[in-house]
């Protein structure tokens, strides 16, 4: 092989093994600093292309050091790149094995839209998430728009994308944690990405006086006992604490009297 392909096929520091004559940190440092100008260099793409047309043989398939769920491609001894190793199995890679140019560019979009559906189902292993949720964080990934989309397909197949199952999941949350208005709650869909026939669809505003009684009764009977407090400044607190959270004027008006009178009757 000719030193230009040797040099491409030079194993990057980040997924070789550690050798135990390694340079240090700060050595290393600077040797990727000096390489980096001409890394960048856009004369080096055409060389590249030419490497990457001749033909090639699998030497060896070794699961990185760090990442057992990832495996160095060695070809005609030299390191080529390293690949999720479920993408190994799935295209039958094999030691021996001609690697066509077709099969490479296989074997890297596959691999990078395999990361951004790990990194996606990472994200949604915290919480489930709206599908532009997703989008949203794969984009500050810098992942490319058409492997966003390769990887969206892929969980809208999978069922771990599903924006009815999400704002169904959001609406039981807030009910049981933080009740809140059909106002607020569109509000907090829409800006997660949901569309707006989903979330009219699903979000049902005739619950809001019972969810207003709920969310309103722990703060109605801490003002309640307040000394001295009267109905107007009750109302008031009380008003605004309801509409902070996406209560409407008659749906507040109708707690606050309900509340007031109940306490009331409790004195």
């Known amino acids: 092989m000719t030193p230009l392909a040797t040099a491409c096929f030079t194993k990057p520091p980040s997924e070789r093994p550690d050798p135990p004559w390694q340079r240090s940190a700060s050595s290393r440092s600077r040797v990727r600093a000096g390489l980096a100008p001409a890394l960048a260099s856009s004369a080096l793409v055409p060389a590249l292309a030419v490497v990457y047309s001749i033909p090639m043989h699998i030497t060896d398939l070794e699961p990185q050091v760090n990442n057992a769920e990832r495996v160095n491609v060695y070809v005609d001894?030299?390191?080529l790149l390293g690949v999720n190793a479920v993408i190994v199995l799935r295209m039958e890679l094999r030691i021996g094995q001609e690697l066509l140019p077709e099969q490479l560019e296989q074997l890297r979009s596959e691999d990078a839209e395999q990361q951004a559906v790990d990194r996606a189902l990472n994200y949604l292993s915290f919480r489930p998430r709206s599908r532009e949720?997703?989008?949203r964080y794969l984009q500050r990934k810098e992942t490319p728009p058409y492997i966003i989309d390769a990887a969206l397909e892929r969980l809208d197949r999978l069922?771990?994308?599903?924006?009815?199952?999400?704002v169904e999941f959001w609406v039981e949350n807030r009910?049981?944690?933080n009740p809140r208005g059909a106002r607020a709650l569109k509000n907090e869909l829409r800006v997660k990405g949901v569309e707006r026939d989903i979330v009219d669809e699903l979000v049902d505003k005739d619950q809001d006086e019972e969810l207003a009684l709920r969310a309103a009764r722990k703060k109605a009977t801490s003002l309640a006992h307040q000394p001295g407090i009267d109905y107007q400044t009750f109302r008031n607190k009380l008003g605004a604490f309801l509409q902070r959270r996406g209560f409407g004027y008659e749906v507040m008006t109708y707690t606050v009297k309900s509340l007031w009178n109940e306490l009331k009757q409790e004195e």
């Open 77 to 79: 001894g030299h390191y």
């Open 159 to 166: 069922d771990f994308v599903n924006d009815r199952a999400f």
């Open 133 to 135: 949720e997703v989008r």
């Open 175 to 177: 009910d049981k944690f």
